[in-house]
């Protein structure tokens, strides 16, 4: 019987894009007369897996052609997002369409009561502009933004414990542990298990509102981004790159 999609060692960036083919064994993958990666480590990751295992794919395995970001931004979350919103319209307009309608004062309120915390002026600051994304946006990492009402219910569904994990395997200024309730979730994998935190309690050496990355498979917890505004400016540099697929639905991004 032929391999299960779900059941091949993969990162976990490789098992969403793979689900996204819509095959569900080895042998229909093997069957693609093309494989048109988001990204060139999903691509190389797909060749070493077929020399792994020992299979011979006859079709192309190719990955996005990597481009020189031209537009770089800072200052304030209003002029990030003019940049951001000025680049997509011109070359990406159904992807500023995947960007909800803003969020109320009173609903970022009552995701703060709920919470029990106060989230980063830059983060609140955007979802005035923009209440997360369409479940199925691209962003950094590995899924699009939440709209702030679901944050509370998302954490609430987080499997980490406050264990120890290795040192080497968290960012610098990234609390070694598994899990800390004071990471806030923002954006969320189709698959429910992956997510870009807030930080609400660094380490020596980080920033209250840094962005780390937590995946439930994976004891990693790399930071991604100082701020919210900095992750902004990421993904309006990753876009351009090409490390943001705006080619398939769903969450493929680099981190």
Same mark, same amino acid.
């Given at each position: 019987m032929?391999?299960?999609?779900e059941?091949l060692?993969v990162?976990?960036?490789?098992?969403?894009f793979?689900?996204s083919?819509g095959?569900?064994?080895?042998d229909?993958?093997?069957?693609?007369?093309? %494989?048109?990666? *988001?990204h060139?480590?999903?691509?190389?990751?797909?060749?070493?897996?077929?020399?792994?295992l020992e299979?011979?794919?006859?079709?192309?395995i190719s990955?996005?052609v990597?481009k020189v970001?031209?537009k770089?931004?800072?200052?304030?979350?209003?002029?990030r997002?003019?940049? %951001?919103s000025?680049?997509?319209?011109a070359e990406q307009?159904h992807?500023?369409?995947q960007?909800?309608?803003?969020a109320?004062a009173?609903?970022?309120?009552?995701?703060?009561?709920s919470?029990?915390?106060?989230l980063p002026a830059d983060?609140k600051?955007?979802l005035?502009?923009?209440?997360?994304q369409d479940?199925?946006? *691209?962003?950094?990492?590995?899924?699009?933004?939440l709209p702030i009402e679901? %944050?509370?219910?998302?954490?609430? #569904?987080?499997?980490?414990?406050?264990?120890?994990?290795d040192?080497?395997?968290?960012?610098?200024?990234v609390?070694?542990? #598994?899990?800390? *309730?004071?990471w806030i979730p923002i954006?969320?994998?189709?698959?429910?298990r992956?997510?870009?935190?807030?930080?609400?309690a *660094?380490?020596a050496?980080g920033?209250?509102g840094q962005i %780390?990355e937590?995946?439930?498979?994976d004891?990693?917890r790399p930071?991604?981004?100082p701020?919210?505004?900095?992750?902004?400016s990421?993904?309006?540099?990753?876009?351009?790159?090409?490390e943001?697929?705006? #080619?398939?639905d769903?969450?493929?991004?680099?981190?």
């Amino acid at each position: 019987m032929t391999r299960a999609i779900e059941d091949l060692e993969v990162s976990v960036r490789t098992s969403v894009f793979l689900q996204s083919l819509g095959v569900t064994t080895l042998d229909e993958l093997l069957a693609m007369p093309e %494989i048109k990666a *988001p990204h060139r480590m999903v691509a190389a990751e797909l060749q070493e897996l077929f020399a792994e295992l020992e299979v011979e794919y006859a079709g192309k395995i190719s990955g996005p052609v990597q481009k020189v970001a031209q537009k770089r931004v800072t200052g304030s979350v209003s002029e990030r997002w003019a940049a %951001i919103s000025a680049w997509l319209e011109a070359e990406q307009p159904h992807a500023l369409e995947q960007f909800n309608p803003p969020a109320t004062a009173a609903a970022i309120a009552a995701a703060e009561s709920s919470l029990g915390v106060t989230l980063p002026a830059d983060y609140k600051e955007f979802l005035l502009i923009h209440n997360g994304q369409d479940e199925f946006a *691209p962003w950094v990492g590995l899924g699009a933004l939440l709209p702030i009402e679901e %944050i509370a219910a998302v954490k609430s #569904d987080i499997f980490g414990e406050e264990t120890a994990v290795d040192a080497d395997d968290v960012g610098i200024g990234v609390q070694p542990v #598994d899990y800390h *309730p004071r990471w806030i979730p923002i954006s969320k994998s189709q698959r429910g298990r992956d997510f870009l935190c807030i930080d609400l309690a *660094p380490a020596a050496g980080g920033l209250v509102g840094q962005i %780390i990355e937590y995946v439930a498979d994976d004891n990693a917890r790399p930071l991604i981004a100082p701020s919210f505004a900095e992750l902004m400016s990421m993904y309006l540099e990753r876009a351009q790159t090409g490390e943001i697929s705006f #080619d398939n639905d769903g969450d493929l991004a680099d981190e």
